[in-house]
């Protein structure tokens, strides 16, 4: 009786979840159409973060370094913040609302709650969420919101439609710490591929959108190229490394699990393509001809070739990586 | 970037992304310019890129190395589709010579680009921190420090730089500090520890061996080659003398989930053991499963699969015992509806029987006898019997899992219980169902390469975080006649130099920004 009230519960948070979601993409929504030229609190921002970029990023004129000097007595009101910030709280409950879910779904299973494909989905969720909120609290990123959140809930839907399965006990093969390492890490990974896929694709939206076209008038609500360019770089270059450790536990686990580390299984091999794909993107930014857009596309493929990996690999490839439940 | 002047690390002109040297008519010209091409970090870029393409249809294409009987059955359905497949090795991606050659020239590149770089880190790093650019105020951040002892203060500069570790090269004029080295030594452990990886994985193949083999309980195994139902070793492992150890499975029990989520998924395996590390010693009892292997001698024995083998005596026409053993039966399904033969070449004229065991047996109208869980609740026997010739006294070897009844006539067919026995028409003598037995199969390896490529992988890890999260910077002091100027450059993403600087000035005196407007000029060109 106990554990089926658990699963109602479970259920019950993952639902509220998703319709405090959709608020908050609505609400991101108008946040983004409403602004309109952030240009001068884009440069108040990056004169805050690297002030010694300003004489470089704006020529040194005067007036733009004075706000910093003497702050004005009335800040002129943003147009779209207040939204934006109704945005960001309701990300911050939908957050809570999902971690609760995730949690009671393990306490019901008593377990980790990543035994299949259901639980590793809205964990998945939750970690692409977190991702953004985590970036949230140095950042502001409120204008990522109506692109990110859209995504979140589109995983969370599969979830609950397609992969939806009761909880049960792990399969032989799962029964293992490295559950624990390989799965979150993976997870975690998973989240900060899609933020930066994300970013790198409004990247090339902003890069060179011209005088005016939809791409301008988008170009004009978010942040500018390098910006956007620097951000997709700082959360790769910190998740390649994670990236590598969670396919090397997963090796390491498959020698105990399966008698090899390494055996080209298809979840395997995509594995190994997405670490390509990255370690590409991280020496494209370095070489010529291929900074900017191409390294742009490149961290948009690894997101796919991850996603790929996650989804595709389950439902259309057997291998050793097919649990029931998929 | 504007933010990083060369002119300080113009030791360090990455060799990765120099140019080409146009290609001359020579041989040797035109080798040095074909080497230079493959060199370049964009050829590398491009492998790296093809390699990932690569790998794409390994996962597609069915592989032999991981499932050769998916590759069998599509051979089987797809005839000429498969020629061409056969042709590509696509069947064997990872082996074939195509992708080789992909990986092979990309640690070549990575190689021709490693060596001359690291070289050229060592002379860098020998020399540095090196002398301060000719005019040190143009730098951006750039602090200007008032002193009326300039030596004094340049002393105590000195003595902050050490503080703060820096590395710290001092002569009259000027003090040098320099952080962050490690950003291009994880850089080249990172890389150098990538051809270990391959090394590694290349001499666990070439030295490694595994085996295979089915082990009902009560049955046991030694290890020598010729125990294996399968075997492959590399080319230079020493198959002649494997450990001695011998092992005799006692008991394997499994549970199965029965409620209603994922009814039917295996949940637990134990087998029971008693291994013997060689003959004559004693033989000791040990418990292991997935993710628990055996480790005896530097050898791995793995937990692969399970199934059932039912046990069968056969008697013949004189009722005298012709066949009493349990036969391995392969899994169908998830269910365990087992498929198996049973081969009595003993009797006269020779039997021969197609099986299906069934642990949970039900009578599907549509799909015949079929198992319906894979715990053995109800199991039970189904055989059609054959009698003629065998076919085994050809000599050629015959698969212990097929029945070839070219010279075998069927004569009749039959659903069995525990402990029934069945009397074949025309007095051709009797089967009994006695029961059941598990099977495992085991897997035992020798992988010599394994912990190396473990302790590569480590490496490049610490390696590749030291390169990406370093901050490399380097600082200078400089006296003038009333004056220190502290400056300083960043190299790498996400670097600067501003609060080091501004820490440093504050250490030595109250400071002043150096207000040099053809300075800020010479920053923005």
């Not at chain 2, 029990?253 to 291994?275: H, K, M, N, T, Y």
Request: charged share 15%; with cysteine.
């Amino acid at each position: 009786m106990e554990s089926e009230s658990l699963a109602e519960l479970s259920n019950a948070l993952v639902y509220s979840s998703m319709f405090v979601m959709v608020l908050a993409m609505f609400a991101f929504a108008a946040s983004f159409a409403a602004r309109r030229s952030p240009a001068t609190a884009v440069t108040q921002e990056v004169a805050e973060q690297v002030p010694q970029q300003v004489p470089a990023a704006v020529g040194g004129s005067a007036d733009v370094t004075q706000p910093e000097a003497a702050p004005p007595p009335e800040p002129v009101e943003e147009p779209g913040r207040k939204s934006g910030n109704i945005g960001m709280a309701l990300s911050w409950l939908s957050f809570v609302l999902l971690f609760g879910g995730v949690l009671v779904r393990g306490l019901w299973a008593e377990r980790v709650p990543w035994g299949n494909m259901y639980e590793f989905s809205i964990t998945s969720a939750l970690a692409v969420l977190g991702v953004f909120l985590l970036v949230s609290l140095k950042r502001d990123v409120r204008w990522l919101g109506v692109f990110l959140i859209p995504l979140v809930l589109l995983t969370l839907g599969l979830a609950v439609t397609v992969l939806y399965t009761e909880a049960a006990q792990l399969v032989p093969a799962l029964q293992s710490t490295w559950l624990i390492i390989h799965v979150s890490t993976a997870i975690v990974c998973g989240g900060a591929f899609t933020y930066a896929g994300v970013v790198a694709g409004l990247y090339l939206v902003v890069n060179g959108a011209g005088e005016s076209g939809w791409r301008a008038s988008w170009a004009a609500r978010l942040p500018d190229a390098q910006r956007l360019d620097r951000m997709v770089y700082r959360t790769l270059a910190f998740t390649f490394p994670l990236w590598t450790f969670a396919v090397v536990a997963g090796a390491i686990w498959a020698e105990s699990a399966w008698g090899r580390y390494w055996g080209w299984d298809p979840k395997e091999t995509w594995a190994f393509i997405t670490w390509v794909v990255y370690a590409a993107y991280l020496h494209a930014r370095s070489t010529a001809g291929w900074k900017g857009s191409r390294a742009a596309w490149l961290a948009i493929i690894g997101m796919a070739v991850f996603w790929f990996n996650y989804f595709g690999v389950n439902l259309l490839f057997s291998g050793l990586h097919s649990y029931a439940g998929v | 970037m504007a933010t990083e002047p060369e002119l300080a690390f113009s030791t360090h002109a990455d060799p990765m992304d120099r140019q080409a040297p146009p290609p001359g008519i020579g041989v040797r010209s035109w080798l040095r310019w074909l080497w230079s091409r493959l060199t370049s970090m964009r050829t590398a870029l491009i492998l790296l890129l093809l390699l990932g393409i690569a790998a794409i249809p390994g996962s597609l294409v069915p592989q032999r190395t991981s499932d050769p009987l998916a590759v069998n059955q599509f051979v089987a359905d797809n005839p000429e589709l498969s020629q061409w497949y056969e042709r590509f090795g696509l069947f064997d991606v990872f082996g074939s010579p195509w992708f080789s050659a992909i990986y092979l020239l990309l640690f070549l590149s990575l190689l021709g680009c490693l060596i001359p770089r690291a070289r050229q880190h060592y002379r860098m790093w020998q020399r540095s921190p090196g002398p301060p650019p000719s005019n040190l105020s143009r730098l951006p951040d750039s602090h200007l420090v008032a002193a009326s002892d300039v030596a004094a203060t340049l002393d105590e500069g000195e003595q902050v730089l050490r503080k703060q570790r820096w590395r710290v090269r001092r002569s009259p004029d000027w003090v040098a500090g320099e952080k962050g080295i490690w950003r291009e030594n994880g850089n080249q452990i990172f890389h150098f520890s990538l051809l270990g990886v391959l090394a590694a994985v290349g001499l666990g193949a070439l030295g490694g061996w595994q085996g295979n083999v089915v082990l009902t309980e009560g049955g046991g195994f030694s290890n020598t080659l010729t125990q294996y139902d399968t075997f492959t070793g590399g080319r230079f492992a020493n198959v002649d003398d494997l450990p001695p150890f011998s092992l005799q499975l006692q008991d394997f029990a499994v549970d199965f989930e029965r409620d209603e989520a994922q009814r039917g998924e295996p949940r637990d395996f134990r087998a029971e053991v008693l291994i013997s590390p060689a003959p004559g010693e004693p033989a000791q009892q040990q418990v292991f499963g997935v993710n628990d292997p055996i480790e005896i001698d530097g050898v791995k024995i793995f937990l692969i699969g399970h199934g059932y083998a039912p046990s069968i005596v056969v008697r013949d026409g004189d009722g005298e015992v012709v066949f009493d053993d349990s036969v391995v039966f392969i899994p169908q399904d998830g269910n365990f509806t087992s498929a198996g033969v049973i081969k009595v070449p003993d009797s006269e004229p020779q039997l021969g029987f197609r099986g299906l065991f069934l642990p949970t047996a039900v009578i599907d109208q549509e799909a015949g006898p079929i198992s319906v869980f894979p715990a053995p609740d109800s199991p039970g026997l189904f055989l059609s019997a054959f009698t003629g010739d065998l076919g085994l006294d050809s000599g050629e070897p015959q698969n212990v899992y097929e029945l070839d009844d070219t010279d075998l006539e069927q004569i009749g067919l039959q659903g069995m219980l525990p402990g029934e026995t069945w009397q074949l028409p025309d007095g051709a003598g009797s089967v009994e169902f006695a029961g059941y037995e598990r099977w495992i199969s085991v897997k035992v390896a020798r992988d010599p390469g394994g912990v190396w490529a473990l302790l590569f992988v480590v490496t490049a890890i610490v390696g590749m975080s030291l390169s990406l999260f370093v901050r490399r910077r380097r600082v200078w002091l400089v006296r003038s006649e009333d004056a220190v100027t502290v400056g300083g450059v960043a190299r790498g993403e996400g670097s600067e130099v501003a609060g080091d600087l501004a820490a440093i000035a504050a250490e030595i005196g109250t400071d002043t920004p150096a207000d040099d407007p053809a300075g800020q000029e010479g920053v923005n060109r």
